[in-house]
């Protein structure tokens, strides 16, 4: 969706774009119900030393009917409301029209059974299976809804209709992946164990698609929709951040529980070594993202999108920090406090509301783009204090705040010199302010036990 986003925010209209966001995000709602934490709760049991490996089929396919069922209820009432009462869904909007919610609720169901079976493939610890289904359907996906939008001038139809097809046309192959852990055996216990620790996903998962999507409300009624196009344009290209913690999320969810039933005497030092050097290298990366965003935006967007480019800049660091959560939520999963997670999502929501009706007023997509920062920020520092409580895993927090103070000299550079253009003086200076962070940085970080990997051993 990065790569091509820029081709059809070129070729639609700036407010189709904002509806395009309102779109996708509303739909994610009732994705987070028909998810149900299933992903969640298969990541937490498959690898338990109290699971037998010969149960591991039923578990799956325990929890994949749970996801089955929900969004087949989904598509039967989001269709036949569509069908009865269009007035429910289509708005005052002329890009809109039945065609699009259509594909979008299609698209969503699709989406998260197909997540579900990549996760599973991810479980198996067969990294190619699982790059090869996943780049065959966002290839194929982006590739035929860009030529739908670009060359056939679909607009919004076409974009999401497309990738709505291939989506239903590629999920049996995904199926057909994990063929030896589906199976027709349903466990009533399973079935209950994991909804007992997924259920209350679905609360934290419609606080987080709030948080997600407040702050385009929010900015549509106090700014604009071409505000909310500029903070849309920066969300997106924060995904390069997105992209790394996505990647590392894939790697360590899988094998994070069967760590600590191989290793129980040192997998909470690991949990805390591990965090230390994620925090160091995606601050770095989005550190780098910061600085040079108004290089980004001007090379790949057009002048309306200059804005962009102040917005990126905290976005850049609130993802990255958001995507520490995989570490520092690690003690709360295993103490099964799941509704944790529920708790904390509700309070950082309002958190959110709180910031962004202040901040929105006076600055706009960037105002929302800093309230996410913060939001972001404080979930992971909650995850971390109630892990470090529940399960006493030793977090170093004394390095961890010298890294995040560190950031702020990033930040700060970054707000001074996010220029639209290409000046080799600022550029010059903009790699001198990286090159500082990562000396220091690495010297907060050095004695970590996985840098000198001589000295740590499983």
Same mark, same amino acid.
């Given at each position: 969706m990065l790569f091509t986003?820029?081709?059809?925010?070129?070729? =639609?209209?700036?407010?189709?774009?904002?509806?395009?966001?309102?779109?996708?995000?509303?739909?994610?709602?009732?994705?987070?119900?028909?998810?149900?934490?299933?992903?969640?709760?298969?990541?937490?049991?498959?690898?338990?030393?109290?699971?037998?490996? $010969?149960?591991?089929?039923?578990?799956?396919?325990?929890?994949?009917?749970?996801? =089955?069922?929900?969004?087949?209820?989904?598509?039967?009432?989001?269709?036949?409301?569509?069908?009865?009462?269009?007035?429910?869904?289509?708005?005052?909007?002329?890009?809109?029209?039945?065609?699009?919610?259509?594909?979008?609720?299609?698209?969503?169901?699709?989406?998260?059974?197909?997540?579900?079976?990549?996760?599973?493939?991810?479980?198996?610890?067969?990294?190619?299976? #699982?790059?090869?289904?996943?780049?065959?359907?966002?290839?194929?996906s982006s590739v035929l809804?860009?030529?739908? +939008?670009?060359?056939?001038?679909?607009?919004?139809?076409?974009?999401?209709?497309?990738?709505?097809?291939?989506?239903?046309?590629?999920?049996?192959?995904?199926?057909?992946?994990?063929?030896?852990?589906?199976?027709?055996?349903?466990?009533?216990?399973?079935?209950?164990?994991?909804?007992?620790?997924?259920?209350?996903?679905?609360?934290?998962?419609?606080?987080?698609?709030?948080?997600?999507?407040?702050?385009?409300?929010?900015?549509?009624?106090?700014?604009?929709?071409? $505000?909310?196009?500029?903070?849309?344009?920066? #969300?997106?290209?924060?995904?390069?951040?997105?992209?790394?913690?996505?990647?590392?999320?894939?790697?360590?969810?899988?094998?994070?529980?069967?760590?600590?039933?191989?290793?129980?005497?040192?997998?909470?030092?690991?949990?805390?070594?591990?965090?230390?050097?994620?925090?160091?290298?995606?601050?770095?990366?989005?550190?780098?993202?910061?600085?040079?965003?108004?290089?980004?935006?001007?090379?790949?967007?057009?002048?309306?999108?200059?804005?962009?480019?102040?917005?990126?800049?905290?976005?850049? #660091?609130?993802?990255?920090?958001?995507?520490?959560?995989?570490?520092?939520?690690?003690?709360?999963?295993? $103490?099964?406090?799941?509704?944790?997670?529920?708790?904390?999502?509700?309070?950082?929501?309002?958190?959110?509301?709180?910031?962004?009706?202040?901040?929105?007023?006076?600055?706009?997509?960037?105002?929302?783009?800093?309230?996410?920062?913060?939001?972001?920020?404080?979930?992971?520092?909650?995850?971390?204090?109630?892990?470090?409580?529940?399960? $006493?895993?030793?977090?170093?927090?004394?390095?961890? +705040?010298?890294?995040?103070?560190?950031?702020? #000299?990033?930040?700060?550079?970054?707000?001074?010199?996010?220029?639209?253009?290409?000046?080799?003086?600022?550029?010059?200076?903009?790699?001198?302010?990286?090159?500082i962070f990562t000396i220091?940085?690495?010297?907060?970080?050095?004695?970590?036990?996985?840098?000198?990997?001589?000295?740590?051993?499983?």
């Amino acid at each position: 969706m990065l790569f091509t986003f820029p081709l059809i925010a070129a070729v =639609l209209p700036q407010k189709s774009i904002g509806i395009l966001e309102l779109i996708l995000t509303t739909t994610g709602l009732m994705g987070m119900l028909i998810q149900c934490g299933m992903s969640n709760s298969v990541h937490r049991f498959y690898w338990d030393e109290k699971l037998n490996p $010969e149960d591991q089929p039923t578990l799956v396919s325990s929890a994949f009917s749970i996801q =089955l069922i929900l969004g087949i209820l989904v598509l039967i009432v989001g269709f036949g409301t569509l069908l009865i009462l269009p007035s429910v869904f289509l708005f005052s909007f002329e890009a809109i029209s039945w065609i699009t919610i259509a594909a979008a609720i299609t698209l969503m169901v699709f989406k998260i059974w197909f997540v579900y079976i990549l996760d599973v493939t991810r479980l198996h610890l067969a990294p190619f299976r #699982f790059l090869s289904i996943s780049l065959a359907s966002k290839v194929t996906s982006s590739v035929l809804a860009c030529f739908a +939008v670009v060359y056939l001038g679909w607009g919004l139809d076409g974009f999401l209709s497309v990738q709505a097809v291939v989506m239903v046309f590629i999920f049996p192959l995904a199926c057909w992946l994990i063929k030896k852990d589906l199976t027709f055996k349903i466990s009533k216990y399973w079935c209950e164990e994991t909804f007992r620790f997924g259920y209350p996903f679905i609360f934290a998962g419609i606080a987080f698609w709030l948080l997600g999507t407040v702050d385009r409300w929010m900015l549509t009624a106090f700014t604009s929709l071409e $505000e909310v196009s500029i903070y849309s344009v920066a #969300f997106r290209f924060s995904s390069i951040i997105l992209f790394i913690t996505t990647a590392f999320g894939m790697a360590w969810g899988p094998v994070a529980i069967k760590i600590k039933s191989e290793n129980p005497s040192s997998y909470k030092q690991f949990y805390a070594d591990l965090l230390g050097v994620f925090l160091y290298m995606i601050l770095l990366v989005a550190g780098a993202v910061g600085l040079f965003s108004g290089e980004i935006i001007k090379f790949l967007m057009s002048e309306d999108y200059r804005k962009s480019a102040y917005a990126l800049i905290f976005l850049s #660091f609130g993802v990255g920090l958001y995507g520490t959560q995989q570490i520092t939520a690690m003690g709360i999963s295993i $103490e099964k406090k799941t509704n944790l997670f529920s708790q904390i999502a509700w309070i950082s929501l309002i958190l959110n509301i709180i910031l962004n009706y202040f901040l929105i007023q006076l600055f706009g997509a960037t105002g929302a783009s800093f309230s996410t920062l913060i939001c972001y920020l404080f979930i992971t520092s909650a995850y971390l204090f109630y892990s470090e409580k529940l399960h $006493e895993i030793p977090f170093d927090k004394s390095r961890l +705040v010298i890294l995040l103070l560190l950031s702020l #000299f990033i930040v700060f550079v970054s707000m001074q010199f996010c220029i639209n253009g290409f000046s080799p003086k600022y550029m010059l200076i903009k790699v001198f302010a990286l090159t500082i962070f990562t000396i220091l940085g690495y010297m907060v970080i050095k004695k970590n036990p996985l840098i000198r990997t001589d000295k740590f051993r499983f």
